[in-house]
């Protein structure tokens, strides 16, 4: 086979990889940009963002897509063991290092030998594993639990975290050396709730796949549906909007989907979980902001639940775009809602000058 038809064939490869990521949002672009040419080099790449962003499905488009793809894929939750158990699943034991431990071990980083280890979650690493896991990337070598024997391991590294590192870092929880070693080429995955007409085209790719999967292929969607979808939130993101199209398609009795086939908290019909606040100056401005809507009501009005939290929302708002200089997507993220609302609310409130910083 000639150098032409290999190099066809190894562009149609990565074309099926990238063509597995949906979304054409610019931060979406700009990820899958990063994403080819971090895979090309054996750089250790940092994956950030929010629970529920798709940070795995990356990290196997890096391994997929570099010089490494021949070679194993491994991937380790580091938040899902204890301290001892992920040293033994990371680095391998020898017979006899520990309570039950009746035969030797091979570690994780054994076993990705000349492919790609993914360590996901990896803030929930405690101090002791950061300093073997920081050898491991400066030296390429380790110890399994119970031996002073050295192995060498050719691998490559790809982490991701949902936690800032920076203000791990500022806490003593994690160390700066290996902060640095990790970050060489971070690529920073954007919350569902910024990523805009992603949303649909995300909710029609998993209709189309749970109705097929539950024999309901000829399920349409409705626009009140894709509507309520843009309008939510979506705290637990790309996973939480997998979960609930394939909840709507296998509980809906009728031809299509409607709104009626979300939760109650998606259509806005329940509180959304909110974190729970203790800065005063936020209570005396909703105290300061409660007084300023009772005084202007009318003495017949009935309308003052409607009138404060108009107030409170424009506030927070105004202060939150100040914050971010005017940037409308960092706003959205900052607020936890669709950047879609945010700018209906901007027109709704007269804060346009604010948004443009």
């Given at each position: 086979?000639?150098?032409?038809a290999?190099t066809?064939?190894?562009?149609?490869?990565?074309?099926d990889?990238m063509?597995?990521?949906?979304?054409?949002?610019?931060?979406?672009?700009e990820?899958?940009?990063?994403?080819?040419?971090a895979?090309?080099t054996s750089?250790t790449?940092?994956?950030?963002?929010e629970?529920g962003?798709?940070?795995?499905?990356i990290?196997?488009?890096?391994?997929?897509?570099?010089?490494?793809?021949?070679?194993?894929?491994?991937?380790v939750?580091?938040?899902?063991?204890?301290?001892?158990?992920l040293?033994?699943e990371?680095f391998?034991?020898?017979?006899?290092?520990?309570?039950?431990?009746?035969?030797?071990?091979?570690?994780?980083?054994?076993?990705?030998?000349?492919?790609?280890?993914?360590l996901?979650?990896?803030?929930?690493?405690?101090?002791?594993?950061?300093v073997?896991?920081?050898?491991?990337?400066?030296?390429?070598?380790?110890?399994r639990?119970?031996?002073?024997?050295?192995?060498?391991?050719?691998?490559r590294?790809?982490a991701?975290?949902?936690?800032d590192?920076?203000?791990?870092?500022e806490?003593?929880?994690?160390?700066?050396?290996l902060?640095?070693?990790?970050?060489?080429i971070?690529v920073?995955?954007?919350?569902?709730?910024?990523?805009?007409?992603?949303?649909?085209?995300?909710?029609?790719?998993f209709?189309?796949?749970?109705?097929?999967?539950?024999?309901?292929?000829?399920?349409?969607i409705?626009?009140s549906?894709?509507?309520?979808?843009e309008?939510?939130?979506?705290?637990?993101?790309?996973r939480?909007?997998?979960n609930?199209?394939e909840?709507?398609i296998?509980l809906?009795q009728?031809?299509?989907?409607t709104?009626?086939?979300?939760p109650?908290?998606?259509?806005?019909?329940?509180?959304?979980?909110?974190?729970?606040?203790?800065?005063?100056s936020?209570d005396?401005?909703?105290?300061?902001?409660?007084?300023?809507?009772?005084?202007?009501?009318e003495p017949?009005?009935?309308?003052a639940?409607?009138?404060?939290?108009?107030?409170?929302?424009k506030?927070?708002?105004?202060?939150?775009?100040?914050?971010c200089?005017?940037t409308?997507?960092?706003t959205?993220i900052?607020?936890?809602?669709n950047r879609?609302?945010?700018h209906?609310?901007i027109e709704?409130?007269?804060l346009?000058?604010?948004?443009?910083?």
């Amino acid at each position: 086979m000639g150098t032409q038809a290999l190099t066809t064939m190894k562009n149609n490869d990565q074309d099926d990889i990238m063509n597995r990521m949906i979304g054409r949002c610019p931060a979406m672009q700009e990820v899958y940009a990063l994403t080819q040419k971090a895979a090309s080099t054996s750089a250790t790449v940092l994956l950030m963002g929010e629970t529920g962003t798709g940070k795995e499905l990356i990290a196997r488009a890096i391994h997929e897509l570099s010089p490494r793809a021949t070679g194993p894929y491994v991937r380790v939750n580091c938040g899902a063991l204890s301290e001892s158990l992920l040293e033994s699943e990371l680095f391998g034991h020898v017979k006899g290092a520990f309570t039950n431990a009746l035969e030797n071990r091979t570690g994780r980083f054994d076993a990705a030998h000349g492919g790609t280890i993914f360590l996901d979650e990896i803030n929930s690493m405690s101090y002791k594993l950061q300093v073997k896991l920081l050898r491991v990337l400066q030296e390429q070598e380790f110890e399994r639990v119970g031996e002073s024997r050295t192995i060498r391991v050719d691998c490559r590294i790809v982490a991701a975290t949902n936690r800032d590192l920076l203000d791990e870092v500022e806490e003593g929880r994690f160390r700066e050396d290996l902060y640095y070693r990790l970050n060489v080429i971070p690529v920073e995955l954007p919350p569902l709730r910024a990523r805009g007409d992603d949303i649909k085209l995300l909710a029609k790719h998993f209709a189309s796949k749970f109705a097929e999967e539950n024999n309901k292929s000829g399920l349409s969607i409705t626009d009140s549906f894709l509507d309520a979808l843009e309008d939510y939130s979506w705290p637990g993101n790309v996973r939480e909007l997998e979960n609930y199209i394939e909840r709507a398609i296998i509980l809906s009795q009728g031809s299509s989907l409607t709104v009626d086939d979300l939760p109650k908290h998606v259509r806005g019909l329940a509180p959304v979980r909110s974190a729970k606040r203790s800065d005063k100056s936020i209570d005396m401005l909703c105290q300061e902001l409660v007084s300023q809507g009772l005084s202007e009501l009318e003495p017949k009005a009935n309308n003052a639940h409607q009138k404060i939290v108009s107030l409170l929302e424009k506030e927070l708002i105004f202060q939150m775009l100040r914050l971010c200089q005017g940037t409308q997507t960092k706003t959205a993220i900052r607020l936890g809602i669709n950047r879609n609302t945010l700018h209906k609310k901007i027109e709704e409130y007269g804060l346009a000058e604010e948004a443009r910083g």
